[in-house]
């Protein structure tokens, strides 16, 4: 596995790892572009035009994140065979924890009866699934672990300020798993580019609750308690860089766009998925659910990629390029060579 992160690319010696498992969990209740026209000033043409979302899924009262994850970590452990008991590391990718602490992957730990595993949260936006990804392929990799489940998981419908048309359109809930094993050289996560640049933090953030602004009156007053974003220069970050981290996972892995069989970028906007596509030379082969769940930051990758899966897009030997960027500002992106059926 090669590793670039901000410019500097490492080979990772040691054991691959790949996908033995997958499995992903959204709500029931579908919130509609149609029922959004009741609650703010929008309509379904502007929503499908701006960012080609109809409809998201949003979590019941009392549901929270680690429920979700846990039912998406459920069905990739059956996927892989694998029993909770014998999980080495639980990470959770999520910018919706049940709380600040303890940890969403703690929970998930428990609730998982996974006893013998470690856990953390990883905290990277819509990116987190894929830091999750190359942090627990290289603790793979260097023979600390055998078995990582890395999950995206998020209940967004509680940090969205229900008032503001400008956010309250755009995300939804879900939640999505992969069981990480060891794989033989050429197979599993290839490639991997993380970065991030925190200079521009400012544009996508949820003020208030942590330690600079913790709760008050007047952070809830102020509406500082949701999702704040600068969304065309979110937009205009997203446009360039799905492009260049995509392009430079590619180059470590020593493959071109010709070679993949599936492109699954971050599930935020059709637009900007069909603009990095079409940047990649890689049109043909953009997997895309956002109209039916729309952005579900850490979770859109996983719960797309099974989805693909289960609808038999992705076949043993095949290359599948996943490219996110979000919240931090950060970015990810990898090239796996599918070998889920030969890891069992
Ligand atoms: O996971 C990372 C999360 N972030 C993102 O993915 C965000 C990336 N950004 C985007 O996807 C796009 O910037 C948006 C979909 C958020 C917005 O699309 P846009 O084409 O950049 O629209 P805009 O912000 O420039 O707004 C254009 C107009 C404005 O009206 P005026 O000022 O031109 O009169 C907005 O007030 O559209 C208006 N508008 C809406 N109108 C109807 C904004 N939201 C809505 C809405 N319904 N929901």
Redesign the pocket.
Known sequence: MVVTTNGTTAEVRGRGAGVAGIGSAVPEKVLTNFDLEKM????DQ??VE??GIRERRIAPHGVATSDLAELAARRALEDAGIAPEDVDLIIVATVTPDMIFPSASCIVQAKLGAGKAAAFDISA??SGFIYGLVTGAQFISAGTYDTVLVIGAEVLSRIVDWSH??TC??FGDGAGACVLRPAGGGDGIISAVIGADGSRGDM?KLPAGGSLLPASQDTVAGRLHYIH?E??Q??KF?VRILADASRQALEAAGVTAEDLSLFIP?Q??RR?MDIAAERLGAQDKVYSNVERYG?T?AASIPIALDEAVREGRVKDGDLILLTA???GLTWGSTVIRWCKDRLK
């Open positions: 703010v000033d929008t309509s502007w929503i701006r960012t936006g819509c048309r400008n359109v755009l996508l974003m969304g065309n979110v937009y997203a971050h935020a906007n900007l952005n930051s960027f979000g919240a």
